[in-house]
């Protein structure tokens, strides 16, 4: 069974930065898509970006240019970096790490896989 383990939420203020983590077991992960998802209370989650097993990413427009989606190998586990830059109090959320078939896939709400999130607060 994959397990994903989000890190590195907190409370910045606006213009701020924030890498948030997410680290999977590496038995399937290392094949498919790992994305972000965010959520804010009383509304459905929201796909914020996905990065494929080959290192291509997508993300929505809403973060494009100001968040960077990363993975890597360590320790036999991927991990999976949302570098947040010039964040605004808009981008306050529960962040979800996913992982899924295809970034696609993930785009439209269909993932395998799904952490427990993480808090990430904006002040003005």
């Known amino acids: 069974q994959v397990q994903l383990v989000e890190s590195g939420g907190g409370l910045v203020q606006a213009g701020g930065s924030l890498r948030l983590s997410c680290v999977a077991s590496?038995?399937?992960?290392?094949?498919?898509?790992m994305g972000w998802y965010r959520q804010t209370p009383g509304k459905e989650p929201e796909f914020v970006g996905g990065?494929?097993?080959?290192?291509?990413?997508?993300?929505v427009d809403s973060v494009r240019g100001r968040f960077t989606l990363s993975r890597t190998r360590a320790s036999a586990k991927d991990v999976m970096y949302l570098e947040m830059n010039s964040l605004k109090p808009e981008d306050t959320a529960m962040y979800f790490c996913?992982?899924?078939?295809?970034?696609?896939?993930?785009?439209?709400?269909?993932?395998?896989?799904w952490g427990q999130g993480t808090q990430v607060t904006v002040s003005s």
């Open positions: 996913a992982a899924g078939e295809s970034v696609w896939r993930l785009q439209s709400g269909q993932y395998n896989y």
């Open positions: 990065i494929s097993s080959g290192g291509v990413t997508h993300y």
């Open positions: 590496v038995s399937i992960t290392s094949l498919i898509a």
